[in-house]
């Protein structure tokens, strides 16, 4: 605890604050102060100062409002830390750049500050007023309220004036940067896709209609987008000797030797003769899963893919009759034709009344007019595809309401639109798949993090030395797949690849998840160019985005595969979380509670919301940190911005 010798101006003061404690000897647990927000040449800082007793009644009497009790921390002074070479109380001071986040706790009686450093000091409120505290800091300290814990304060770090400079250069926006860049933040908080997606669609503008942007300031836009405007960011480890006491569950990492990969050749795409092979005289697929194979091997011949795209996406039952489609059309024809009425006849005033219905609204008509507008499908003002596209989104959100319509959904239906050139077959083949992907779309983000912890947890099986690189490049949260993941590397291939690459993973063989095992194999690829290279966070991310349009889909699909041959040749070897993984029964079927499956990607570790009465019950191959009776880790802010 170092002493400024200058006079520092106070901008905020509390009168009535208790400070006990690790920071106070046991004999003066009841020393009392004030609790001041102090401005210094060196910066703000939040501290508490000691008064005289008679002073110190007074106060008492007119406004006990705080009291700071049980101040621990890791470091273990000579003497104890908040008291001078004599034992009396001093100063406790803890600065705004070394704060890290501030939770408050039992109904905002208790207030824990965290440091950067790992330092935690808990507070508790006598007249439950942490709110107070919470709102006075708001005019002095940038922070955001966790996605995943409504009671944790994440400190935002000040936006880079070099990195404000380079929105500005980008020429994207037309209000002041500064202030755009802190909105981004804010939307980010709560809208996370939408404001992701309309950042990149003003990139996609500048890239294909304008001047391409120079080198520098398109790594300054990947630096603004992925380190300046993290929300939530890394949480220390936390131990608090109280009641509620913390505790710090180690993790080890898997160790397993796994055989060598085995080459798997890819083979012949499913033709039209094969097709028709295996219908029966009515109509019937008659062996499904043969189907099935031979796509996963080879996809489909493009001139036959309207047809197998139906039964692939659940819009046809595979052991449905020719008739029975026939009439299976005409039904949903007119479902379709219901649904789109109903958006199409809605009154001004009735949008005027239904803001998440105009909001989606807003978000379609201004992603129709961006999506694949390079295709020759979609080339041109005034086109009808469009127009196409436009309703069958906007049907969408009358058939889904509750997930409506998310950006990146245009993604998924645009090739779909494009093959079936039907937009009753298009719509229910777009359902077809979003039932598939829903969950990327999640508002909170779970199903994403979801994946992400899933795709850390395979690569740390199959490749623990580049598991452990990209872990100490801040990277081991695998937020630079997002874009792969979130709209099924849409963007990393070109039109005919990824239909092709589609067809293959809707037949869901070899395994479940086999998505991320195609991402392993991307990142097996790269693995040398990283390591080599030494390559930090910005690089794996610009590297990773420069991927796109310039992957082999096919060696990577064999490389995948023979991923999966890796890990079923030991699979009585693998633990229980990586079997759940790609479909495979659990070893212990007991151990499933323990499994975090349902766990937020972060590399390390895993947050649950401690206020939530069935909160998930978390032992993950990242670590966590248990609270009492639930369960609390810390997770690493989800970075939106490799879209």
């Given at each position: 605890?170092?002493?400024?010798?200058?006079?520092?101006?106070?901008?905020?003061?509390?009168?009535?604050?208790?400070l006990r404690g690790g920071s106070i000897r046991e004999d003066e647990v009841h020393s009392l102060g004030t609790l001041n927000i102090v401005e210094y040449s060196f910066g703000k800082c939040i501290e508490w100062k000691p008064?005289?007793?008679?002073?110190?009644?007074?106060?008492?009497?007119?406004?006990?409002?705080?009291?700071?009790?049980?101040?621990?921390?890791?470091?273990?002074?000579?003497?104890?830390?908040?008291?001078?070479?004599?034992?009396?109380?001093?100063?406790?001071?803890?600065?705004?750049?070394?704060?890290?986040?501030?939770?408050?706790?039992?109904?905002?009686?208790?207030?824990?500050?965290?440091?950067?450093?790992?330092?935690?000091?808990?507070?508790?409120?006598?007249?439950?007023?942490?709110?107070?505290?919470?709102?006075?800091?708001?005019?002095?300290?940038?922070?955001?309220?966790?996605?995943?814990?409504?009671?944790?304060?994440?400190?935002?770090?000040?936006?880079?004036?070099?990195?404000?400079?380079?929105?500005?250069?980008?020429?994207?926006?037309?209000?002041?940067?500064?202030?755009?860049?802190?909105?981004?933040?804010?939307?980010?908080?709560?809208?996370?896709?939408?404001?992701?997606?309309?950042?990149?669609?003003?990139?996609?503008?500048?890239?294909?209609?304008?001047?391409?942007?120079?080198?520098?300031?398109?790594?300054?836009?990947?630096?603004?987008?992925?380190?300046?405007?993290?929300?939530?960011?890394?949480?220390?480890?936390?131990?608090?000797?109280?009641?509620?006491?913390?505790?710090?569950?180690?993790?080890?990492?898997?160790?397993?030797?796994?055989?060598?990969?085995?080459?798997?050749?890819?083979?012949?795409?499913?033709?039209?003769?094969?097709?028709?092979?295996?219908?029966?005289?009515?109509?019937?697929?008659?062996?499904?899963?043969?189907?099935?194979?031979?796509?996963?091997?080879?996809?489909?011949?493009?001139?036959?893919?309207?047809?197998?795209?139906?039964?692939?996406?659940?819009?046809?039952?595979?052991?449905?009759?020719?008739?029975?489609?026939?009439?299976?059309?005409?039904?949903?024809?007119?479902?379709?034709?219901?649904?789109?009425?109903?958006?199409?006849?809605?009154?001004?005033?009735?949008?005027?009344?239904?803001?998440?219905?105009?909001?989606?609204?807003?978000?379609?008509?201004?992603?129709?007019?961006?999506?694949?507008?390079?295709?020759?499908?979609?080339?041109?003002?005034?086109?009808?595809?469009?127009?196409?596209?436009?309703?069958?989104?906007?049907?969408?959100?009358?058939?889904?309401?509750?997930?409506?319509?998310?950006?990146?959904?245009?993604?998924?239906?645009?090739?779909?639109?494009?093959?079936?050139?039907?937009?009753?077959?298009?719509?229910?083949?777009?359902?077809?798949?979003?039932?598939?992907?829903?969950?990327?779309?999640?508002?909170?983000?779970?199903?994403?993090?979801?994946?992400?912890?899933?795709?850390?947890?395979?690569?740390?099986?199959?490749?623990?030395?580049?598991?452990?690189?990209?872990?100490?490049?801040?990277?081991?949260?695998?937020?630079?797949?997002?874009?792969?993941?979130?709209?099924?590397?849409?963007?990393?291939?070109?039109?005919?690849?990824?239909?092709?690459?589609?067809?293959?993973?809707?037949?869901?063989?070899?395994?479940?998840?086999?998505?991320?095992?195609?991402?392993?194999?991307?990142?097996?690829?790269e693995r040398s160019t990283f390591m080599e290279n030494r390559y930090g966070f910005t690089e794996i991310l610009k590297h990773i985005n420069d991927l796109s349009l310039n992957i082999d889909l096919s060696a990577m699909l064999?490389?995948?595969?023979?991923?999966?041959?890796?890990?079923?040749?030991?699979?009585?070897?693998?633990?229980?979380?990586?079997?759940?993984?790609?479909?495979?029964?659990?070893?212990?079927?007991?151990?499933?509670?323990?499994?975090?499956?349902?766990?937020?990607?972060?590399?390390?570790n895993v947050e649950a919301n401690t206020n939530d009465s069935n909160s998930r019950r978390n032992s993950t191959e990242s670590g966590n940190v248990k609270f009492g009776d639930d369960e609390v880790s810390f997770e690493r802010?989800?970075?939106?911005?490799?879209?």
């Amino acid at each position: 605890m170092f002493e400024p010798t200058e006079q520092g101006k106070e901008l905020w003061m509390q009168t009535g604050v208790e400070l006990r404690g690790g920071s106070i000897r046991e004999d003066e647990v009841h020393s009392l102060g004030t609790l001041n927000i102090v401005e210094y040449s060196f910066g703000k800082c939040i501290e508490w100062k000691p008064i005289e007793d008679s002073v110190v009644l007074e106060n008492q009497a007119q406004d006990p409002e705080w009291s700071l009790v049980d101040t621990h921390t890791r470091r273990t002074p000579t003497s104890p830390e908040g008291t001078d070479s004599l034992g009396r109380t001093r100063t406790v001071r803890i600065l705004f750049t070394d704060l890290h986040s501030f939770r408050i706790n039992h109904k905002g009686q208790q207030l824990i500050f965290i440091q950067k450093d790992g330092t935690t000091h808990v507070a508790f409120f006598q007249l439950s007023n942490a709110e107070s505290f919470v709102n006075s800091l708001k005019g002095f300290l940038r922070f955001v309220k966790s996605r995943t814990n409504r009671n944790l304060y994440i400190i935002v770090d000040e936006v880079p004036s070099v990195l404000t400079k380079s929105f500005a250069e980008l020429d994207l926006f037309p209000e002041n940067t500064s202030d755009y860049v802190w909105k981004f933040v804010k939307n980010l908080q709560n809208r996370p896709y939408e404001t992701t997606l309309e950042a990149f669609s003003k990139l996609a503008d500048i890239w294909l209609y304008k001047e391409p942007a120079k080198r520098p300031v398109e790594e300054a836009v990947a630096d603004i987008l992925n380190n300046s405007l993290s929300i939530d960011v890394p949480h220390p480890p936390v131990s608090i000797s109280s009641g509620e006491e913390y505790e710090v569950i180690g993790v080890h990492e898997l160790s397993l030797t796994l055989p060598p990969r085995r080459p798997c050749p890819r083979g012949l795409p499913l033709s039209p003769e094969q097709w028709k092979k295996y219908k029966d005289p009515e109509g019937r697929i008659i062996n499904p899963q043969a189907v099935k194979e031979i796509i996963f091997h080879g996809g489909v011949v493009p001139s036959l893919r309207f047809k197998v795209w139906k039964f692939l996406l659940n819009y046809y039952p595979w052991d449905s009759t020719r008739i029975e489609r026939l009439n299976y059309k005409k039904k949903k024809t007119d479902e379709y034709y219901k649904m789109k009425l109903q958006w199409r006849s809605m009154t001004s005033v009735q949008e005027n009344n239904f803001s998440d219905y105009r909001d989606r609204k807003s978000l379609i008509e201004k992603d129709v007019n961006r999506t694949d507008r390079t295709l020759p499908y979609y080339l041109g003002d005034n086109n009808p595809h469009l127009v196409e596209l436009y309703d069958i989104l906007m049907t969408y959100v009358m058939y889904n309401f509750d997930l409506g319509y998310v950006q990146g959904m245009s993604d998924l239906l645009s090739p779909i639109l494009c093959l079936m050139k039907s937009e009753v077959d298009a719509f229910w083949s777009f359902v077809g798949f979003m039932d598939k992907v829903s969950t990327n779309f999640d508002i909170d983000q779970a199903g994403m993090k979801h994946q992400l912890c899933q795709l850390y947890t395979l690569l740390s099986t199959i490749d623990p030395q580049l598991a452990h690189y990209l872990n100490m490049q801040d990277s081991g949260n695998m937020f630079f797949c997002f874009r792969w993941l979130l709209v099924l590397f849409k963007r990393e291939f070109n039109a005919l690849d990824i239909m092709k690459l589609w067809e293959i993973l809707w037949t869901g063989l070899p395994c479940k998840n086999f998505h991320l095992l195609l991402c392993i194999a991307i990142l097996d690829t790269e693995r040398s160019t990283f390591m080599e290279n030494r390559y930090g966070f910005t690089e794996i991310l610009k590297h990773i985005n420069d991927l796109s349009l310039n992957i082999d889909l096919s060696a990577m699909l064999s490389k995948a595969e023979g991923i999966y041959c890796q890990l079923m040749s030991v699979a009585d070897q693998l633990p229980d979380n990586v079997r759940t993984i790609i479909g495979l029964e659990p070893l212990n079927k007991t151990s499933l509670t323990n499994i975090a499956t349902n766990g937020e990607a972060s590399g390390h570790n895993v947050e649950a919301n401690t206020n939530d009465s069935n909160s998930r019950r978390n032992s993950t191959e990242s670590g966590n940190v248990k609270f009492g009776d639930d369960e609390v880790s810390f997770e690493r802010g989800l970075n939106l911005s490799h879209m």
